[in-house]
């Protein structure tokens, strides 16, 4: 799944990675991709271990077997944003997940005996907020409203591993297209029907990239020491919903003729239908271009294509 990288560019060589999040859409791939190229993956879980390497997150600790430790971390874990309305309750649980358990992670971590010396961190291009047409790099400042703040808090929160002198990777991650699960699983349905077509008005700008992009990306950020600070993990062409959505309707070979009104999104889901489909955030991967990273798939179309398999 992984592109080709350039062995160049490498300069460090962690063996052993802790995986947060390793049963969601992008940990599973992750891991696969990880185990593939010769890494030994730990995941975190909250249950009893109940196969090899699972490591128990239990009252604050990481419960490791007795004289095992990891090279690195990917924290992938936290709420998923679209579960439901943004509720108070919501929106209590989707900062726990990311800025207290993020806190309580680091902490732990930073007393082992030897702390992981990287950890790459999920975030979103949230990060940025509502920005209409202005184009977004990791040099532009944070945005406003709940989910720009929850991304800088949790930010935050991973760079304290920077104190003990982790070289700290903030993924500013835009939506992850795959056939597996995320947007992508739950649109493709309904264009199927013929009942697709763009949000609102389909002006706002849609921050996109391959699911097998984005743990290439993750991969190499764990060995390559040019990596740390904000990344933003998109692809090179962001697009508007209106080109989105009629890119995903020729991939099906369906008409996108039955836009959704902004009122109607409001109604149904309230406060998240602003943040995340009707805002507009046109985020491009400055730095990862500066690298030459082989994007697999830097147009829509591309994606789309490997995604829907048609």
Known sequence: MRPLIPTGTLTENPRRVLVTGASGLVGSALVTELERCGWTVFRLVRHAPRMAREIQWCAGRARFPEGVSVDAVVHLAGENLAAGRWTDARKKAIRESRITFTRALVI??????????????AS?????GDRGEEILDETSGGGAGFLAEVCAAWEKEARVAETWGARVVRLRTGMVLSAEG???AKLRPVFRL????RLGNGRQWMSWIALSDLVGVVELALRDGRFAGPVNATAPEPVTNAVFTRALARA???PAMLPVPSWVLNLVFGEMAEATLLASTRA???RLEAWNYPFRC???EDALREVTGV
């Open 124 to 128: 979103a291009v949230g990060f940025y």
């Open 182 to 184: 995320g947007a992508l």
């Open 252 to 254: 099906l070979h369906r």
């Open 298 to 300: 830097r147009r829509i």
């Open 284 to 286: 491009v991967p400055a």
């Open 108 to 121: 732990d971590l930073g007393q082992q005996t030897q702390p992981p010396r990287v950890w790459v961190n």
């Open 194 to 197: 013929g009942l697709g077509g």
